[in-house]
């Protein structure tokens, strides 16, 4: 059975980090893009980070370069988004997506 986990999320002040993962079972995820998106209440679903399945290059959203930062262990099955310098629009369910499945997401809010 397939299932992807996220967890890392919290409550954060502006200008702090988290490190989110997602861990992967049920399948090698070895051979695909892996991808990061979050949905702020009342938005659409984002893309904010991809990475490659084979060059291990990356792709952010323009409002989290610079800050974010995917990355990859092959040998745990696991995704990881590291967010720094996080503000109070970053705030987010976040979500991993891979092959075509998602997580249950895990809940980011960034507020004073």
């Known amino acids: 059975q397939v299932q992807l986990v996220e967890s890392g999320g919290g409550l954060v002040q502006p200008g702090g980090s988290l490190r989110l993962s997602c861990a992967a079972s049920?399948?090698?995820?070895?051979?695909?893009?892996l991808n990061w998106y979050r949905q702020a209440p009342g938005k659409e679903r984002e893309l904010v980070a991809r990475?490659?399945?084979?060059?291990?290059?990356?792709n952010y959203a323009d409002s989290v370069k610079g800050r974010f930062t995917i990355s990859r262990d092959n040998a745990k099955n696991t995704v990881y988004l590291q967010i720094s310098n996080l503000k109070p629009e970053d705030t987010a369910v976040y979500y991993c997506?891979?092959?075509?499945?998602w997580g249950q997401g895990t809940q980011v809010t960034v507020s004073s």
């Open positions: 990475m490659s399945s084979t060059s291990g290059l990356a």
């Open positions: 997506h891979i092959a075509n499945f």
């Open positions: 049920g399948f090698d995820f070895s051979g695909y893009v």
